[in-house]
T-cell receptor, first 112, second 113 residues
Framework: GENVEQHPSTLSVQEGDSAVIKCTYS??????FPWYKQELGKRPQLIID?????GEKKDQRIAVTLNKTAKHFSLHITETQPEDSAVYFC???????????FGSGTRLLVRP | DVKVTQSSRYLVKRTGEKVFLECVQD?????MFWYRQDPGLGLRLIYF???????EKGDIPEGYSVSREKKERFSLILESASTNQTSMYLC????????????FGPGTRLLVL
């Protein structure tokens, strides 16, 4: 069935280090992959997204890579800062069912 | 700037009560969604709607219903609340078409006693 797996579930890094979160999806027809950041007590907010016609997208310290053959995509955060601490969700748009399927989330802690 | 609002931030209800959660968006979005968020399970889709008076079941519709009488408003109804419906409920909206960005409301934390 439709599924998005996300790893790791928790990630702790030292300020200034890089953080990588990985997701795999099941539907080979998926063509849109957003990433959301949810700070404690707040709503999820889109931080970056990628469509299937590109392999990589970057926005300042955040980048997303997509490997359609392997059906996985990753979020890369460089030079992490304490304000990057949050829960991050990946998602994949399933054209077959017209739904956005979310991963289970990664709790990122950036230690000062 | 997209604005999605939800009627309550916190709700406490008793088992068996009928519960209404309201969501309003001001961007003339066609699509609206209801998710529930539980630790370790991510966001799971309950119901969604692509147009006024239209609704589609998501992945976990049991025990819920929805209503969309106006384009800007999407209501989630718990016909008879149960303790396993204690959760965070998030509403979202997006523009017409596949793979459009979804904008979330602040969430309603529901406790069913």
């Amino acid at each position: 069935g439709e599924n998005v797996e996300q790893h790791p579930s928790t990630l702790s890094v030292q300020e200034g280090d890089s953080a990588v979160i990985k997701c795999t999806y099941s539907d080979s027809a998926s063509n849109y992959f957003p990433w959301y950041k949810q700070e404690l007590g707040k709503r999820p907010q889109l931080i970056i997204d990628i469509r299937s016609n590109v392999g990589e997208k970057k926005d300042q310290r955040i980048a997303v890579t997509l490997n359609k053959t392997a059906k996985h995509f990753s979020l890369h955060i460089t030079e992490t800062q304490p304000e990057d601490s949050a829960v991050y969700f990946c998602a994949a748009w399933m054209d077959s069912s017209y739904k956005l399927i979310f991963g289970s989330g990664t709790r990122l802690l950036v230690r000062p | 700037d997209v604005k999605v609002t939800q009627s309550s931030r916190y709700l406490v209800k008793r088992t068996g009560e009928k519960v209404f959660l309201e969501c309003v968006q001001d961007m003339d979005h066609e699509n609206m969604f209801w998710y529930r968020q539980d630790p370790g399970l991510g966001l799971r889709l309950i119901y969604f709607s692509y147009d006024v008076k239209m609704k589609e079941k998501g992945d976990i519709p049991e025990g819920y219903s929805v209503s969309r009488e106006k384009k800007e408003r999407f209501s989630l109804i718990l016909e008879s609340a149960s303790t396993n419906q204690t959760s965070m409920y998030l509403c979202a909206s997006s523009g017409e078409g596949a793979g459009e960005t979804q904008y979330f409301g602040p969430g309603t934390r529901l406790l069913v006693l």
